[in-house]
């Protein structure tokens, strides 16, 4: 069963999907032409590998070989970072916990947050040593605080990669220090930050902040763009010979955010300016637009032998896309949903697809889920949905 459903004037959106209806048919969905705004080839940068994604609709916008596997130097400790405010919001740390300082987390190389040997220090400020002035040691000491030592803990790193779909990544250490067996990849990072964004959203304002100062010594935030352009609020730079200069950066202007990552640059400047090249890019030609908020009822399909007659169909979570300014007008969006549906059906079920696309091009799909649940109707209802059932498939659903 296909149902098609068209957008127009998606900007007064917020207004509009109250009232809107769906059409029913079983042809492709017409297309509405609008005049359509010029958009240049992406800017080519220099650079190793690069990608530029929204954060909301999860839609790559430029790429070039962001599934490359290189080394992420101190990128990695957006993972670091990212298990921390997990255990964090799962409640089994605490901001105020006090995390003991080995001599291996204080002998620890490269960048630091400078703290002592044999001392305590909180969860709250390890993590901000952590996102802010790129400590090693603190990633070391927290490492050690979470799995017991930093092996284990690059485990855990490799595990929760697997399950946020980061194919081309592996760890080996919770700092980004050189090995050759420790990788990741522009679209994989991107993805990691864009879970960190949405994730945990109540820890982010920590990516924006300039400075971070502790034991006396104040150190800046490496990231220059966080001085340079207000709308960007985070995420995090790398360097290591290997690696060359690195930044992943998000930024949000209205209601539009972006994520960009850029790997290989020759300089802490040419990272910022080629970060800036993308950012610029995305937003001025192109645009997201929020089609559903989670829970909306976008059909009522017949469910047979339940304790209802219809289902209240719809998305578990927000819906955006994203596409170019000026030609949200060709958006049309069909649901798929599964024919003959039967009771029990539990609230959450998936039932069917939605697809959106952009003229002949499929810019979105998303999963159709049951909002509500259904139970089996009495013995003589599923005796009577049974006879109706093959009368309804006989004559071509005369009978829904």
């Known amino acids: 069963m296909r149902f098609t459903l068209f957008f127009r004037r998606l900007r007064l959106l917020p207004l509009l999907l109250a009232g809107l209806l769906l059409v029913v048919s ?29 954060a909301n609709s999860g839609r790559v916008l430029v790429e070039h070989n962001a ?15 990212y298990l921390v405010e997990r255990e964090l919001d799962r409640g089994n740390i605490s901001p105020d916990d006090l995390v003991p300082i080995s001599e291996k987390a204080w002998r620890t190389g490269g960048s630091k947050m400078f703290i002592e040997v044999d ?26 605080y979470l799995s017991g030592g930093e092996r284990p803990f690059a485990d855990l790193m490799n595990q929760h990669a697997t399950r946020l779909g980061m194919h081309n990544t592996n760890f080996v250490n919770a700092t980004g220090l050189p090995d050759e067996d420790h990788y990741s990849s522009a679209r994989d990072l991107a993805l990691l930050s864009q ?50 200069y690195c930044l992943v950066a998000s930024a949000k202007r209205d ?14 400047e040419a990272r910022a300016q080629e970060t800036q090249k993308l950012l610029s890019y995305g937003f ?18 017949r469910v047979w032998g339940g304790d209802k007659n219809e289902l209240r169909v719809g998305v578990d979570r927000d819906v955006f896309m994203t596409v170019p300014r000026a030609r949200s007008d060709e958006l049309t969006a069909k649901l798929d949903i599964q024919a003959d549906l039967t009771a029990p ?3 959450g079920d998936r039932v069917g697809t939605m697809e959106v696309r952009q003229a002949d091009e499929v810019v979105g799909e998303r999963p159709l889920v049951a909002l509500e649940g259904i139970e089996e109707g009495g013995l003589f209802k599923r005796l009577f949905d049974q006879v109706l059932r093959f009368f309804s498939n006989l004559v071509g659903g005369w009978f829904d």
């Open 345 to 347: 059906i539990t609230a």
């Open 119 to 144: 001392t305590q220090v909180t969860v709250d400020e390890l993590l901000k040593g952590i996102i802010i002035v790129s400590g090693n040691d603190a990633s070391v000491a927290m490492a050690e």
């Open 255 to 268: 209601d539009m955010r972006l994520i960009s990552v850029v790997m290989g640059t020759a300089s802490e």
């Open 195 to 244: 879970h960190i964004i949405n994730d945990y959203p109540e820890h982010y304002a920590t990516y924006a902040k300039k400075q971070f100062s502790y034991g006396g010594i104040e150190q800046p935030n490496r990231n220059r763009l966080l001085w340079r352009d207000s709308s960007v609020d985070g995420l995090k730079t790398g360097w290591t010979e290997a690696a060359g």
């Open 26 to 54: 079983q042809a492709t969905a017409q297309v509405v032409t609008a005049p359509q705004t010029m958009i240049p080839s992406p800017p080519q940068l220099a650079a190793t590998s690069w990608i530029l994604m929204d």
């Open 67 to 81: 599934d490359e596997r290189l080394p992420p130097a101190s990128l990695t400790k957006l993972m670091t970072a």
């Open 284 to 301: 001025r030609y192109y645009e997201t637009l929020k089609l559903y908020e989670a829970g909306a009822v976008l059909n009522t399909p």
